[in-house]
């Protein structure tokens, strides 16, 4: 069974505005990372976050994390065309293996 | 600039052949995963490695999959026979991955292959 629920399934914003997206988890985890797929491409690693952070930077990006609630958000600001693609969380639970979510499709037009 | 390298990028099979894809992790790697992904039911984790031993494949059909590493520079994922929902596009991806006792806190980034695209007549 999937550990990670991205919501929403999809998101269509105008280039220049921020884009939200959450993921909820089941079990305790050590980290939770974001992953981004383009069209036709595998998955690229964007952020980690361990069970002992709460919120996280890079660049444009910004993860937030809440063990009390098992769920974490990533917030794109300023988003562009190129950050078209579908993005997916992943808990990874002590060195275990990996499970990722249903992902989210982000649309940004331009 | 390490990558993980899969072939064939593309198979169009017929039912009932046997598929093999092939996956070459990143150099110094030890954990190795197998995923599938449809739109239905997005990435399904079907098996993975640590240093070449299987850990766990219980998301694999076992009478027809079967994933091996036969040394640390390839992995295999085979069906046989192939059927028609099969078809999907399968991911390999590799990391650097602790054991538990190493306390787990370093658990890394996974690294993707670009995948190989299966379809099933």
């Known amino acids: 069974s999937q550990q990670g629920e991205e919501d929403p399934q999809a998101l269509s914003i105008q280039e220049g505005e921020n884009a939200t997206m959450n993921c909820s988890y089941k079990t305790s985890i050590n980290n939770l990372q974001w992953y981004r797929q383009n069209s036709g491409r595998g998955l690229v690693h964007l952020i980690l976050?361990?069970?002992?952070?709460r919120e996280k930077h890079s660049g444009r990006l910004r993860v937030t994390l809440d063990t009390s609630k098992k769920s974490s958000s990533l917030l794109i600001t300023a988003s562009r065309a190129a950050d078209t693609a579908s993005y997916f969380c992943?808990?990874?639970?002590?060195?275990?293996?990996?499970?990722f979510g249903p992902g989210t499709r982000l649309s940004v037009l331009p | 600039d390490a990558r993980v390298t899969q072939t064939p990028r593309h198979k169009v099979t017929e039912m009932g052949q046997e598929v093999t894809m092939r996956c070459q992790p990143i150099?110094?790697?030890?954990?190795v995963f197998w995923y599938r992904q449809t739109m239905m039911q997005g990435l399904e984790l079907l098996a993975y490695?640590?240093?070449?031993?299987?850990?766990?494949d219980s998301g694999m059909p076992k009478d027809r999959f079967s994933a091996e590493m036969p040394d640390a520079t390839l992995a295999t994922l085979k069906i046989q026979p192939s059927e028609p929902r099969d078809s999907a596009v399968y991911f390999c991806a590799s990391g650097l991955v602790p054991s538990l006792g190493a306390g787990g806190m370093n658990t890394g980034e996974l690294f993707f292959g670009e995948g190989s695209r299966l379809t099933v007549l």
């Open positions: 992943a808990t990874a639970n002590y060195g275990q293996n990996f499970v």
């Open positions: 976050i361990r069970s002992n952070e």
């Open positions: 150099l110094g790697h030890n954990t």
């Open positions: 490695f640590r240093n070449r031993a299987p850990l766990d």
